[in-house]
């Protein structure tokens, strides 16, 4: 396994990541001994950074990953977030404190090694939509701090999604150190250039942002939610339906959208869409971990498999232009 520095946490942070959200639903709905297997396999693999959010399960997948961690007891390095509703808004520092303390007693851990907001970012909060504005902002990371000097936290960060812009202007600001991005074979917008028309959300390149403001990077939606492995059935513990992330209007559509990849397979650069998605995840350097969400075992030793394999080929990136050119003809989802 490649390790990869998570900016300036000074992190050394497995290049593959081990997702626990609900949309793999492994360390959300699934049999606790098939949990303690995967993570324990995760780790000996080298995997290093797993990743949770109190709203995952409404507390289940913190609860879970505590119970494994706590038997497993491997030197990882754990993220969970904060996600703030309309009413917390208003009461910013109370609602911070007091979802770490839970995010604490759950997990059960003295520290969080890293706390995020998991609400999205605009210029204006937007209360009813989950949005905090950028004004919002300062008091949540100055609570992180607070949290940080108390012992409670080491590191905190932001979720990449939201406005453009108001994205740009909240990592160029620099208050946080690490960022969630969404970055994937269907919208790589947040670390690559794409031509006009392209028909989904342009993140302008923000993971080159982050990096360039020593800030860790972390990819999520790495596989489009489980869309880029090519076809629309789900795992039994998988989110049954679940919505894409800037790119296509449902997940039927980004299955679709993922047979634009196949010249990858047939042309022998990769052996599946899975590998061709994980190993073009990595091949961006300024990603300090991809996460992928996983429903069982088996997933979890292939998605390792593949990232063992490196880098896409240059030739095969610079072949993936050549399709994101003609992706104006997709048509926009979200
Ligand atoms: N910051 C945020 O707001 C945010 C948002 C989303 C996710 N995340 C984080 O990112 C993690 C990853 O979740 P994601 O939503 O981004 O999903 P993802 O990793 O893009 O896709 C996960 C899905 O990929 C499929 N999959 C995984 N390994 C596979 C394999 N080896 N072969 C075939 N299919 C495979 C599974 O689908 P099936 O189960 O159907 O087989 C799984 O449900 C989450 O757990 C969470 O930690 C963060």
Redesign the pocket.
């Known amino acids: 396994m490649q390790y990869r520095t998570l900016g300036k946490t000074g992190l050394k942070v497995s290049a593959l990541g081990f997702?626990?959200?609900a949309?793999?639903?492994l360390l959300v709905k699934g049999e606790y001994q098939k949990m303690v297997r995967a993570v324990a396999r995760a780790v000996d693999l080298g995997v290093n950074y797993f990743?949770?959010?109190r709203i995952?399960g409404d507390g289940q997948s913190e609860t879970n990953l505590g119970l494994v961690l706590e038997e497993l007891a491997p030197d990882v390095v754990v993220g969970t977030?904060v996600r703030l509703t309309g009413e917390d808004m208003q009461h910013i520092e109370r609602a911070v404190v007091d979802s770490v303390e839970g995010s604490l007693t759950r997990l059960r851990r003295e520290r969080l090694d890293l706390i995020q907001l998991?609400n999205g970012v605009g210029f204006r909060s937007q209360p009813d939509r989950g949005v905090v504005g950028i004004d919002d902002l300062e008091p949540v990371m100055h609570t992180f701090q607070s949290l940080a000097e108390q012992g409670k936290v080491r590191f905190w960060g932001i979720?990449g999604?939201g406005d453009t812009e108001a994205l740009h202007q909240a990592v160029s600001i620099g208050g946080a150190q690490t960022v969630?991005t969404c970055y994937?074979l269907i919208n790589p917008t947040a670390g690559t250039r794409v031509p006009e028309g392209f028909p989904f959300q342009n993140y302008g390149q923000l993971i080159d942002l982050a990096a360039d403001n020593q800030m860790g990077v972390i990819a999520?939606?790495?596989?489009?939610?489980?869309a880029?492995?090519g076809t629309p059935?789900?795992?039994p513990v998988?989110?049954p339906s679940?919505s894409p992330?800037a790119s296509g209007g449902d997940y039927a559509e980004d299955v679709e959208r993922s047979k634009a990849f196949a010249f990858l397979i047939d042309e022998g650069y990769t052996s599946n869409l899975?590998e061709a998605a994980i190993r073009f995840a990595i091949s961006k350097a300024e990603i300090s971990t991809a996460?992928?969400?996983?429903?069982s075992l088996e997933?979890l030793e292939?998605?390792v498999e593949c990232a063992q394999k490196g880098p896409l080929s240059s030739e095969a990136l610079s072949r993936l232009h050549d399709i994101w050119a003609l992706a104006r003809d997709w048509g926009a989802g979200n």
């Open positions: 997702g626990c959200g949309v793999g639903g990743d949770t959010a995952y977030k998991h979720n999604l969630q994937n999520i939606r790495v596989l489009a939610a489980g880029l492995s059935h789900r795992h998988a989110m679940v992330i899975v996460l992928v969400g996983v429903s997933q292939q998605a």
